[in-house]
Every structure is written in C-alpha cells, then in structure tokens.
C-alpha cells in the first residue's frame, strides 16, 4: 500500500484485484472447460444388419476395423432401430423422439416441414448450442434432407453428400419391379479411390486434422455402403469365394405361419424376393456382393480411427457407430427391410471413448434413439426433456447392468415390434400378433402366438408400444403402410388388393 493511501481506499484496490482475478479464473475456467469437453465422432452406415465380425450375424463377415472400436469400447449386442427405414430411423435418431410421436414413417417428408415438429433441437444444433463445432458429411439425414437453405441451422459445416461413386456403363443385373437403378450388385473394373465411401472417409480424416482446437467437435460421418448398389472392386469379393461362401439359412415355409398382415409390411418394392434370386442364380452373388461392400465400408472406418488415433484428440474422443436399420438377404423369403423381423431391426451400436468400458458387451436391449440422452450425458450435458430415449451410460460403465426398457421398432402407425433379451413380439395395426422365443428359436422361425402359454408374455410385452399412433405426416408416401378409416389396409396410398400374392411381381 502507498503511504498516501487511505486504508479504505487500498481495501477497494485490494477488493478490485481480487475481484479482477476471479473474473480472469472464471474465464479460464470456462475456457478450460471446453478445451477438456469431450469431442464426438459419429458414424453412421446405411443399411448395415449385424453381419459384421463382433456380432457374428454371418460367420464369416470379416470387418478388424469395426471389431477393433468394440474391441477398445462397448458393444450393444441387442441394439434395435426405432424403424426399418432411412428417414424414419434417421429422424428418431437425430431429434431422439419415436416415430410413433412424429408422424414420419416414410421416406419423406423433411421432419422440419410438420408443423409440431419445426422447433425440434436436432441432435447436431443441441451440441452447436452448448459450444462445439459441428460438422457431416455423407449420409446422416436421409437423402437430400435438410433442403440446401437449411444446412446451416443444422451443422455448422457441410461435407460431400452420399454417394456411390463410379458406375458401371450399365446395370449388371437386371431386377424386377421395374429394374431399379439402385437396386444393383457385382463388381467391374474400379478403384477403391473412385468409390463415394473413400473419398467421404477422405474428407473425414480432412477434418479430424483441421478442426478447432480451442473448442471441442461433433464430426458425423454417414457411410453409403453397403446400401444397394453393392458395388466393391474384386479384391474385396476375393475375400468371399463362391464356392465357400455361406448363404443365409432360410426355412422353406417360413411364411406359413405368419398373419397376412405381415405381408404388407413389405408389400411391393424394388427388392427381390428370394424365389426370383433363386430361380435367377443370384442369391450368392447378392450374398458375396453384400459382405464385400460391407468389408470394404469397414476399411475406411479404419481409416477414420486412425486418423482420430493420430490426432491430439485421441484420449478425449467419443466415437459412436451404429446403423440406421438392418437389411435381409432371403431370410423370410425376402430381400430388403420394411419388416418387423430380426434381420430388419438388429443393428450394431458401438460406443469408445473417455467414459466407456473397454472390451465390455451388453446384452441388454437398447434402441438408437437412446444415443441422443448418452452423448449428451457423456460429454456432461443435460439431456433435452424432449428425447424419449433412455441413456445407456449406466450400461457403459457396467455393460451387467440391467435396463427395465424393451427396444421398440415402428412401421407405420399401430405396427410395433417390442424386443427384450429374450422375447420378440410383433402387433400390428390390425391386431394380428406374432411371438418369437429368440432364445430357443434365434431364427425367428416358429410364430408361437397363439401358444395359450405365452398369453401373460404378450400383455406383458403389449403394454410397452405408445398408444399415442401419430397420423402419417403430410406428404408421407413411399414405402408407408397404414390403415384407414375404412378399415383397409393401404400401401404408399393405395388400397391393398386381399387377394393379391406377396410374391409376385408387378
């Protein structure tokens, strides 16, 4: 203190100081605080079912990349969509609220259209909102959603859109129902540089190299592969020799015991269905095709966990990887999703990262709208009172961990799927019932719904889906199944004829 200063005077000096300086610790407090927050990778894969090696859906699916994520993180082994879509499952995924709740059950529309649903806070803007960088590329939305002009307000940056890449001159096989463009397989002269999935990967590692320091990120990364078309160089279908490769196992009549309303699930689309790949000899090219794209998807996962293991966020990184639905390949006499079945609503969810168990599984089921409360959660944010998911962070510190939720998969309104460890019921809108025992029966094989002894199981399991069966939003369309007032059952709008054969082809 000078001596010509008062003693009340160096007291309000001495209080300034002090007051100076925690303002300067508050600041690097909050500075600190979002240096330390955790960054986010977020992969997505379209169209991916539990055919990769750590879930052992095919025996010899070879995928070290996604293996070595669950190897070093948690796996889910009983992880289910919330629908067998793209834009639905997506949409749940990103606003973490059912389909059930939004209206969305087809591949459009842009959720921001429905008037209810405009102020949702998406997934990527509640992280923009609490301070990190957001940036996509590929396919995280479905197709050409969010229209250009609303870009910005859902991630701060913008990548390169899904894309196949290179194609042949021409289809290589030719597919009923109307020879769909995308609906495709088999290899021909490329490179794996040509592909949309390596120069996507590309940007990605672009990123993770460039981001902000001195905030944390939130990267989503969506992979095309292995989506139709199930194109791959043939070093990849190399791995899968046609005289080796194991083709899925189908019973003959498995069909014979499900409700008819099971057949409008997936009523008339682009897909195949296994008659016609049988009588065409191309259900184990379709099967070499599927698990060669899938190898190749996976190489470049690879490439992104590199480069996140090179970078300086390596110890403060989250990555997710899950899959927006599931895919059959002639199980159920289809090919395709749009089904309530195993194959359809399986998906692999992988969490790694600074608060996750290492090589830990969890047999627990989980949905995909529950990644919305666990990031948040993980990366010490509340979790928006919206999302209608249930954070699996308990389940990541101790995959033993019980959950009292069932995993719910929805196709169109009244259509619901309730998967536990051991049950997987099915009501549709109609009433009609099925029931699996996936412990004794894990192919989904024997409907015992009508078995008097599981009558407790079902209203158990029949209590879970929300009676709140949201009207289809406006402009719904493609690939919708719901039932009118009349009382009938209509596909994309039109009426279903009952006496039309599932099988057969228009």
């Known amino acids: 203190m000078n001596r010509s200063t008062s003693p009340i005077a160096f007291k309000q000096e001495l209080f300034s100081l002090c007051l100076c300086a925690s303002v300067v610790f508050l600041l690097l407090s909050v500075a600190a605080r979002a240096v330390a927050a955790p960054n986010v990778l977020f992969i997505a894969v379209d169209d991916l079912n539990d055919w990769i090696g750590c879930l052992g859906g095919h025996p010899q699916a070879q995928t070290p990349n996604i293996d070595r994520l669950a190897a070093r993180g948690t796996l889910f082994t009983n992880a289910h969509c919330?629908?067998?879509?793209?834009?639905?499952?997506?949409?749940?995924?990103?606003?973490?609220?059912?389909p059930s709740t939004t209206g969305v059950y087809a591949l459009e529309p842009w959720f921001r259209t429905v008037e209810k649903l405009r102020t949702v806070v998406a997934l990527p803007q509640y992280f923009a909102a609490n301070g990190y960088h957001t940036a996509s590329g590929g396919k995280i939305w479905h197709g050409g959603y969010p229209p250009k002009n609303e870009r910005s307000t859902e991630f701060n940056t913008w990548g390169p859109p899904a894309s196949v890449g290179?194609?042949?001159?021409?289809?290589?096989?030719?597919?009923?129902?109307?020879?769909?463009?995308?609906?495709?397989w088999g290899t021909f002269p490329h490179r794996d540089e040509?592909?949309?999935?390596?120069?996507?990967?590309?940007?990605g590692v672009e990123q993770i190299d460039s981001l902000p320091r001195d905030k944390p990120w939130f990267l989503a990364v969506g992979f095309f592969l292995p989506h139709v078309p199930c194109y791959a160089t043939q070093k990849w279908f190399d791995m899968y020799p046609a005289d080796t490769t194991k083709l899925p196992d189908v019973k003959p009549d498995d069909r014979d015991d499900l409700p008819r309303f099971a057949d409008y699930m997936n009523w008339r689309l682009p897909e195949p269905r296994l008659t016609w790949l049988k009588e065409h000899e191309q259900w184990l090219p379709l099967v070499r095709a599927y698990l060669a794209s899938t190898s190749f998807m996976d190489s470049q996962v690879g490439r992104l966990l590199d480069a996140v293991d090179a970078s300086p966020a390596a110890d403060n990184t989250i990555i997710v990887l899950w899959s927006d639905h599931g895919w059959h390949i002639g199980e159920k006499g289809c090919t395709g999703k749009t089904t309530l079945w195993q194959r359809s609503t399986h998906v692999p969810l992988i969490f790694a990262g600074p608060g996750v168990a290492k090589q830990a599984q969890c047999t627990q089921p989980a949905e995909l709208l529950d990644m919305y409360p666990t990031l948040a959660e993980l990366c010490g944010l509340p979790a928006p009172p919206s999302v209608e998911g249930h954070s699996l962070v308990p389940q990541l510190v101790d995959a033993s961990r019980e959950r009292p939720w069932p995993a719910i998969t929805t196709h169109g309104p009244g259509n619901h799927a309730i998967r536990t460890e051991?049950?997987?019921?099915?009501?549709?809108?109609?009433?009609?019932?099925?029931?699996?025992?996936?412990?004794?029966?894990?192919?989904?094989?024997?409907?015992?719904?009508?078995?008097?002894r599981h009558s407790s199981i079902k209203s158990e399991l029949g209590q879970w889906p929300s009676q709140n069966n949201a009207a289809p939003a406006p402009g719904s369309k493609s690939r919708l199944i719901d039932i009118r007032d009349d009382g009938k059952p209509y596909w994309e709008n039109v009426p279903i004829d009952p006496e039309a054969s599932w099988d057969a082809y228009d």
Do not use: F, M
């Open 82 to 98: 919330q629908a067998p879509l793209c834009n639905p499952s997506r949409t749940s995924v990103l606003t973490g609220l059912r």
């Open 166 to 184: 290179v194609r042949p001159p021409h289809k290589l096989v030719e597919t009923p129902g109307g020879n769909h463009g995308l609906v495709d």
């Open 194 to 203: 040509d592909k949309g999935d390596w120069q996507l990967a590309s940007w």
């Open 422 to 452: 051991r049950w997987r019921y099915i009501r549709y809108a109609d009433g009609d019932e099925e029931l699996y025992d996936t412990v004794a029966d894990p192919d989904e094989w024997n409907n015992v719904a009508d078995d008097s």
